[in-house]
């Protein structure tokens, strides 16, 4: 058997694990906005957090986008520290979002018009992309930590114009929320 066959039959339970986790937490967020009912809190509780979870994205966009301005050149370090600082953004984002929604419950657009179409829009793009993201990020940076550059290229090529996309869309959901309430 050669290698290159070796390491791709390696990588199976590898990428059936990414798939699973990514389900499991879609399906997790999914349950969370649209099934499990809002705790009756005050409604002030936590209200910084749609901020925060915006600010978050928008820095993770930037780390992205100097990420991949510094491994174009040649800057290893610098592209591994702003890649790990996106991550690690997005996850605080991740945990903030999901703090705020247990609380919360999903957020209601009331708006009409045009711009119902426009937040609808983005919405459903963003929450369709994310689905992508998660496993994809999953993948790249596995890929990245196991020394398999080759497959890491491969796989940013599509993972990061999707979690750019996410992360600025993240934005641009709470602007017309913003501008909704």
């Given at each position: 058997m050669s290698e290159a066959v070796m390491r791709r039959e390696n990588l199976r339970p590898v990428i059936v694990r990414i798939l699973a986790l990514s389900a499991a937490a879609f399906g997790f967020l999914l349950w969370l906005l649209y099934f499990k009912r809002g705790e009756d809190a005050n409604p002030d509780a936590l209200s910084f957090l749609p901020a925060l979870n915006a600010t978050l994205n928008g820095?993770?966009?930037?780390?992205?986008?100097?990420?991949?301005?510094?491994?174009?050149?040649?800057?290893?370090?610098?592209?591994?520290?702003?890649?790990?600082?996106?991550?690690?953004?997005?996850?605080?984002?991740?945990?903030?979002?999901?703090?705020?929604?247990?609380?919360?419950?999903?957020t209601k657009f009331l708006t009409g018009g045009a711009i119902r179409y426009v937040y609808f829009g983005v919405l459903i793009s963003h929450i369709a992309c994310t689905v992508f993201a998660l496993p994809l990020i999953m993948s790249a940076v596995y890929f990245a930590v196991t020394r398999r550059f080759d497959l890491h290229k491969r796989v940013v090529k599509f993972t990061v114009p999707i979690w750019l996309y996410v992360s600025i869309t993240g934005v641009l959901i709470y602007f017309l929320l913003k501008a909704n309430s």
């Open positions: 820095l993770a966009a930037a780390c992205i986008v100097a990420g991949v301005i510094a491994i174009k050149a040649g800057h290893k370090r610098i592209h591994m520290t702003l890649m790990i600082t996106a991550l690690s953004l997005s996850v605080i984002f991740l945990v903030s979002y999901i703090t705020y929604h247990n609380i919360h419950g999903d």
